[in-house]
Nanobody
Framework: QVQLVESGGGLVQAGGSLRLSCAVS????????MGWFRQAPGKEREFVAT????????YYADSVKGRFTISRDNAKTTMYLQMNSLKPEDTAVYYC???????????????????WGQGTQVTVSS
């Protein structure tokens, strides 16, 4: 079992920044990659970014490329999402997810992720 807990969400004005964190615990030693997804009201959950756990390679959705940065700490206990130049359309619940046994890089499909956090709300006002 792997436990994921997100934090850092909140209310911010357009153009502002937030940093989300995802604390990783449990049997995460075999993690292949981790990712951030988001779900806006009335919309399906969508891919935001992913990081390969071993070598920190990253991959982003076009909608956030150049504004968001995914990273992890060297102890592999926390993943981050630095969000800059936020827009109202970034408003959503943000989820972190762990893909333990994957072999394909990058992978933006939700079905490959084995564990999910509870989500943290990000609201960007105009």
């Amino acid at each position: 079992q792997v436990q994921l807990v997100e934090s850092g969400g909140g209310l911010v004005q357009a153009g502002g920044s937030l940093r989300l964190s995802c604390a990783v615990s449990g049997r995460s030693a075999s993690t292949y990659s981790m990712g951030w997804f988001r779900q806006a009201p009335g919309k399906e959950r969508e891919f935001v970014a992913t990081i390969k756990w071993s070598d920190k390679r990253t991959y982003y959705a076009d909608s956030v490329k150049g504004r968001f940065t995914i990273s992890r700490d060297n102890a592999k206990t926390t993943m981050y999402l630095q969000m800059n130049s936020l827009k109202p359309e970034d408003t959503a619940v943000y989820y972190c997810a762990a893909n333990l046994y994957g072999t394909t890089w990058p992978n933006r499909y939700q079905y490959v992720y084995d564990y999910w956090g509870q989500g943290t709300q990000v609201t960007v006002s105009s």
